[in-house]
DNA sequence: CTGCATCCGCTTCGATACTG
DNA sequence: CAGTATCGAAGCGGATGCAG
């Protein structure tokens, strides 16, 4: 990319990663170290040479590393350098403030679950939920399963199933999204026949007074944080 | 800009924010209100049609809002709406994410003060300064002067100066940069000849504690946040 | 099949000129 | 001052090729 040539930390940072796909590269890394098929399926659109051009830039610049298996086998991992952990702060928060844009999505759009995990971690992170007891949301979305567990206080999403768990959600994306971000309400998803959901009627109101906290915080109705 | 087609908040966000420049305007209106030429002068390098587009597009997002004066003397003044806002805390995590690099800025960027003032609330944002004392600094940087300031418990920066602050410092913009990234010490400053400052012995002290304070955050170093 | 490199049509960008 | 118009250059998107 052409630099901006500013003694500007903000332009600096956009030399960097302003690049068009840049930041999704770091969004499909930020949940697990990729293939470049991995990337390219989590990228829908992109071209390949603009893949490639972007994994070098962002080798060079720190943000991801390479792992390279010997030649009989070979398959390259790619994976956030710590530098590029540095930018899920950043990328955090525009997440949140990409999220209320979801609410009138194209019908065409891709959809990956997985996107919804980076969702998640965003919305939750952060939120104080140690008055919460443990508890375990199983997202069954099409044929990536995510889940969401609180864990001693924190709330965790990550890709993946759990066998037994309290709450377990069968959905498309668009409406585990919705459900998330609080649009759609447990039991009108369920009315609506937008989701399937099974679990105690009081794991169901933990979840959704979960869903509640993450909402709307206030320190993201404050703009300087 | 092309949209990226991908039901995810990122994504989402990207399509508005994504294109060059965008993000810069977005700077330039964190701190004023600006006309046209305003946010030219802070954007070196933008070809006057790209920012013509931009600003359109960027009222159209909500991100903007442009207040037209009626025509015997017409000048648009361009500021951010809430949407945009919002934005501030993602650019401010950005903004922290690109500072270490000015450490190897170009000797030919383009320097303009006030780019410091969003970097230093990115910086001081959320640091407790609640048991300092009231602490006023004037930075008088080539002819664009800006102030920190420590108001009850929280630090602020801005354009403009004071007429009696507890420090006054005259140096140019990167010597700022440096000294308020903690890269460079006061003292060391004074010493290379590259900042002449003014102020009590006990008052340089203070500043020199919020910078070290600022510097680095155990916040900072924990990507989750 | 993975991990690119190459080619090509098209869009966007950057620089300059010009107008109300 | 506040943009619009124009045009060459660069970057992007899509298709294809190809080595390990």
Redesign the pocket.
């Known amino acids: 990319?052409?630099q901006y040539g500013q003694f500007c930390p903000l332009a600096k940072a956009l030399d960097v990663v302003g690049?068009?796909?840049t930041l999704l590269i770091v969004r499909e890394l930020s949940e697990r170290p990729c293939?470049?098929?991995d990337l390219r399926d989590g990228l829908p659109?992109?071209?390949?040479?603009?893949l490639?051009?972007r994994?070098k830039s962002l080798e060079a610049a720190g943000v991801i590393s390479v792992e390279a298996a010997p030649?009989p086998i070979?398959?390259?991992l790619y994976r956030l350098a710590e530098r590029g952990e540095a930018l899920l702060p950043a990328l955090h928060e525009l997440v949140l403030w990409g999220a209320p844009l979801l609410a009138d999505a194209d019908e065409t759009d891709e959809v990956r679950s997985r996107w919804l995990v980076a969702a998640a971690q965003a919305m939750f992170a952060g939120i104080d939920v140690s008055d919460a007891d443990p508890l375990e949301v199983a997202l069954d979305i099409d044929d990536e399963p995510i889940t969401l567990s609180v864990e001693h206080g924190q709330l965790h999403a990550e890709l993946g199933t759990v066998p037994h768990p309290d709450v377990r959600i069968a959905c498309d994306g668009p409406t585990a999204s919705a459900i998330l971000r609080g649009q759609l309400h447990l039991d009108a998803a369920t009315r609506q026949d937008r989701a399937q959901i099974n679990g105690t009627r009081t794991a169901r109101a933990r979840l959704a007074r979960l869903i509640d906290a993450g909402r709307v915080t206030p320190q993201r109705m404050v703009p300087g944080r």
């Open positions: 990319m052409r690049d068009r796909w293939r470049y098929t659109g992109i071209a390949t040479n603009l490639a051009d994994l030649p070979a398959t390259n």
